[in-house]
């Protein structure tokens, strides 16, 4: 099948049009429609054409290295596979999405060599084998040589690359429909009328034309109707730091062990054990509310310093903290302590803080590390609302009534919540036990009890998220306010990097109590749980540590270091490697040959050695040239006929003998053998006993 | 678990078939076109690439439709030649008439080929003959079986080909061609001729069955000239088997008649030109007889050892001349087979037939070939002996021949990377011994 003369550069031309490239792209539809104007062709060989290919996806590979690099790439590639959040996922997607549409539009460009090859080769076709590396040898001795016209898939990319462009004009349909007929009229069968065939094409181009405004209309309601449920789906289920967490939801994100964050001590000071990021006050079903949305965050203002953050009017705290944490796409809930008082060397844009005290941040880069100031008795968080004294749900208040009873717990004064949390602590940790992640799975049936109440009075087990939830809601039952909290605990140093590593395992619930005017941190799951967790620490642990620590030095050296130097020596980096592969491709195919030549002439060929190489050489160098097609027996001859030079009746004789010992099998006898080597060396005296000006006068 | 996984991944491979038979070239790059359009579209708001989705699918669409209207009748014979041969493209004819007042154009034919595909059984525990030289990888994802074991099931390569102008109401005879794979009987099913959509994209097809069947002989490589191994042995049967039964011996010369020469040897027309009685001379006429011994105990599970060797038995069967000499075949099959060619007892080809259907001995011991061949060793004047391997039981087939003085050329068959095995019994005569690379036939051969 051949392309019809005008419909690649057309198809080019619509390409430019389509990206803004008009001019390149009349340059390139120059260069590839002058091929039927001018009689210029190459003796490109396969390898030729090998390397042309070669050289097309190094271009690809550049481009697309370069397009990920400069458009954030690595960074949303990295938040897709660690996210767990479904929007921050798909979010990053898109993004990755977007930058290969970029890359999509200069695919024309990337390809014109091999197309530019194959119009201007003698072949005028590309084997199949040129294209695929795997197709070589043994598949294509086995089924046969397939030669393709690049021409094809050149108008499929120059397509693609214009539709990815989106530009939304009105002319690319029409365009796409002329330039396709215009190919299929070319290779129509021929027991169809032209009548016929174009009143076919009309209909499909009418249809089509039709169609794709229903598939965009049909996306435009998909899409609305996606939205609806994604967002149903993340209200119901997904995000914690928002206003809502369900039992379970700790529970899973426990299920491995990436790490999180670091916690580096700073100057030999204790680290917080726990450090907190949602706190919720409403328990219904299997959930916890927080009561506030997104809109209830209020900026804090930066200090002049423009990284640090006065949380508390207080001054003077007791101890710091250093934390390493990433931002997704810059933007998260910071992990701090309960009495968190100031963050220093936090370079975000904007934080903003609610009333239960989670810190929200924005606009910052992909990785922070803050430093914290915090101590004492205060707390950012709003004191207890009437709610958080004795919100205890219906469904709850037998079991929870029940064990406050009998454990007399009450509030009151300060000392009195604290006798109350002693003897509730004591009797989680002697009547209760941990256990790994299990499901709310009684929820919601009727008549059955729920899990909290299942908890508290039959099965005494459970993971954290059953202990903090009980123990809010028996404190609760006695008058005590408390919240819930979720966050992380703080336990595993690591000696050679002297820090502790916070990992998804170590993902925690517990408990904040009211008393003394402030909010304190009161954990009663079982202090084992950390042990029973990192009993299901995987065995490539070691792996997965070592690569997060790669990522987390590149993502350091990335936004805490130079920040404007590392696009371009990422980009030196890609191009050098480039480099490198091409000068390698290239040199191999010159080392190969060089070693071919070099290996076919040290082979040990039969009569390598014959002395006749010496007449040769002793008649070349006085200027009897031999062409390249003569046989030493017609050159010989030739110079017999001529008469102009002296050559000795005897070479013809020895030639003989020379082609014998060269290319008889048998080979030579030893009186042969020397009788050449004799009458060489008589016939040499002759040659150099005559002056050199004589032969090239003659 | 694995093993099934990768088979239902390989039978996938059906779509691709389906795909080829379906539509054109042209179509099928359509329908890539349609995939990656809509693949890149699949968010309208982000490309407008949809809308060629759209277009193409209008093409696909429009011309899928018109696949059902194509209903004409076709009345189709074959016309087969007696033999193919491996590796050796086949043509053979066609006589096509359809019933239509006018021409048809653009038509497609081709023979219509069973589905390759091998059965999970099949690909379970048929194990491809070199698989124990491939890498993990290749051992363990058994691509490369299910290559063979679908090469080894299609039998032949059938290509469509396009028709000429089909005139109405008339034989219009059009040559096929088609490339056998392996040896043996080759079934052709029928007939499929194709027509292709208005835009040369999908095809429409009248299906023609005419069920029949060639015999392909095996792959025959070109041999140099070779000096026989023979004996001046007196072949017993002599020239009775070979052309006539009875003395048959060859005329010779005309002599005097002496006392006690038989009357019918009177040559009567010289005796009334001459009036004196001549008599006819005759000579006992001394010819060659040789034997090619067939190993068809295969040692090992490697199929490509006995094709390569039935290739080499065919190559020489091809190369002797019977004109001068008779051949015999022996080897075992079901039970042992002994088979004459030569001297108008019959043609090479029939013995090319015999080895295009020879199959593996698996329920016979060895010592059945040996019985067979030593007794034969008496009649003949020289053997060829193609062997599988240089295993104790061969090389004691030939030792008892050496002993018996009978001239012997030995061929093994050596798998690429085997070492050259040492002569064994036919030490005394290295020349007549080869190990052949059975991956370079066509070359080792030619320096026998």
Known sequence: MKIPPGLLGATVLLWGFETRLLPFAAIVALLIEAHHFTSLRFDLSELDLRRLWTLSTLLFVGAAGYCFISRDGPSSLMIFLQSAAAPSKSKAFFQVFNVGLILFQWLPLIFLPMMLGQLYSRAGRIRLSSFFWLYRGRIEQSTGNFYVNFGFPFIAVCFAAASAANSRDDLFYPCVAILSGWLLYAIRPRRYSVVYWLSLVALVGYGGGWGHEGLHAAHGILEGRTAEWISRLIQRNTNPNESKTSIGKIGKIKLTSGIVMRVHPVAKKPVPSHLRDSIYTTYRGTSWFSALGKRDFASVIVESDQTSWKLQNQTNFPDEVGISAYLNRGEGILAVPTTVGVIRNLPVLILETNSLGAIKVREGPGLVRYNILYGGDNTIDSPPSRAEENDVPETERTATLRIVNELQLHGGSAQEVQRALVKLEKYFSEKFTYSMYVTASKNGQPGSETSISDFLNNTHSGHCEYFATATVLLLRQAGIPARYVTGYVVDEFDQDKHCYLVRHRHAHAWTLVYFNGSWHDYDTTPSTWINEEKKLASRFEGWSDWWDDIWYSFSFWRYLGNQDYYRTVLVILLFTLLGFLAWRIIYKGKWNKTKTKKSEASADLPGADSEFYRIETALLTRGLHREEYESFAGWIQRLQQTGLVPVYPEIPGILQIHYAYRFDPQGLTPEQRLYLSSAVSECMEKISKLPNALIHKN | MLQRLFYRSYRVTGFHHWLWKRFTPAGIFVVACAGMSAALGVDTNETMAYQAFAFLLGLLVIGGLSVPFFRMRFHVNRILPRFGSVGVPLVYFLEIKHPSRLPQFNLLVSEKQEDPRPSLNEFLFLK????????????????????????????????????????????????????????????????????????GLVKSFVYQPREQSILVLPRRYALPHLAMPNGSKYPHGGVSLASSIGESEEFAALRDYRPGDPPRRIHWKSFAKTGKPIIKEFQDEFFVRHALVLDTFNSGDDANRFEAAISVAASFVAHISTQESLLDLLFVGPKAFSFTAGRGVAQNDRMLEILACVELCLDLPF??????????????????????????????????????????????????????????????????????????????????
């Open chain 2, 128 to 199: 491809e003959p070199e698989e124990d030289n491939r890498n993990f990888f290749d051992r363990t994802m058994k691509y490369y079986r299910w290559m063979w074991l679908v090469n080894r099931k299609r039998g032949a390569i059938a290509r469509e080909q396009s028709l000429p102008a089909l005139l109405p109401r008339k034989i219009n005879k059009v040559s096929l061609e088609i490339s056998p794979t392996r040896r043996g009987r080759l079934q052709l099913k029928g007939i499929l001729i194709a027509r292709p959509d208005p835009f």
């Open chain 2, 367 to 448: 010592v059945e070939l040996e019985r067979m061949v030593v007794s034969h060793a008496r009649e003949v004047s020289g053997f060829v002996c193609v062997l599988l391997n240089w295993d104790e039981n061969r090389q004691q087939l030939v030792r008892k021949l050496v002993a018996a003085g009978v001239p012997l050329l030995v061929v093994i068959m050596r798998l690429p990377g085997e070492p050259v095995p040492a002569p064994g019994p036919m030490a005394g005569d290295p020349a007549h011994f080869h190990a052949v690379d059975i991956s370079n036939l066509e070359e080792e051969l030619a320096r026998l």
